[in-house]
């Protein structure tokens, strides 16, 4: 589980919900919201969130992903993680 904290990082979410009239991408968000609170795998390499998928696949997610929602153009929770996750990190360096 990422070591997070939580007060930041929901402020972060927040903002990101509000910034995008897309109702896709705030399910992404909402649900990149649970997952941050309580996967274990992930991980920030310092470049992308690495998280390892229900369906046991290794996700290297920043602007691009590997998942399936990725390739037919839609919006995925990986990608809205990861954003979150660079979001987060911009406010407490
Ligand atoms: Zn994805």
């Given at each position: 589980m990422m070591n997070l904290n939580q007060t930041t990082m929901r402020e972060v979410i927040q903002e990101a919900f509000d910034k995008t009239n897309n109702l896709r991408w705030q399910m992404a968000i909402t649900r990149a919201a649970q997952e941050l609170d309580s996967n274990p795998f992930m991980h920030y390499d310092g470049h992308a969130l690495v998280i390892l998928s229900e369906s046991n696949e290794i996700y290297s997610a920043?602007?691009?992903?590997?998942c399936k929602a990725f390739a037919h153009g839609k919006p995925c929770w990986h990608r809205a993680a990861a954003r979150l996750v660079t979001r987060y990190n911009a406010r407490c360096n």
């Open positions: 920043n602007g691009t992903c590997q």
